[in-house]
């Protein structure tokens, strides 16, 4: 299983989890005591707690691959390094193309 699978059914799962319990509440305060303001709060409070809570939990637990490539950086002098040839001083030919393709367009 995939990692972006993985992670999509963890969030089903979740979803499928809050759905119950909604309808275990629904189903108890309907048979069991009045719906009040209050207990309408509470209950959307916790909901929203329990969404940031498994949202931070799926971030811990299915890292985002594509926030760590390319997060070395380089310095002034590597980049003229690569760009420039260390015996001319001169760009070189992968460099010098690239530099006459983004002129002409």
Excluded: R
Aim: avoid cysteine.
């Amino acid at each position: 299983m995939s990692l972006i699978n993985a992670k999509n059914f963890f969030l089903l799962v979740i979803s499928i989890v809050v759905i119950v319990l909604s309808t275990l509440f629904a189903q108890f305060y309907s048979e069991q005591a009045t719906v009040s303001l209050v207990t309408v709060v509470i209950y959307t409070a916790v909901i929203i707690i329990a969404a940031m809570t498994t949202w931070l939990i799926a971030q811990k637990i299915f890292p985002d691959k594509s926030s760590s490539v390319g997060s070395e950086t380089i310095t002034v002098e590597e980049l003229f390094d690569y760009t420039h040839d260390p015996v001319t001083n001169l760009p070189t030919s992968q460099q010098a193309l690239k530099t006459f393709n983004s002129a002409i367009k």
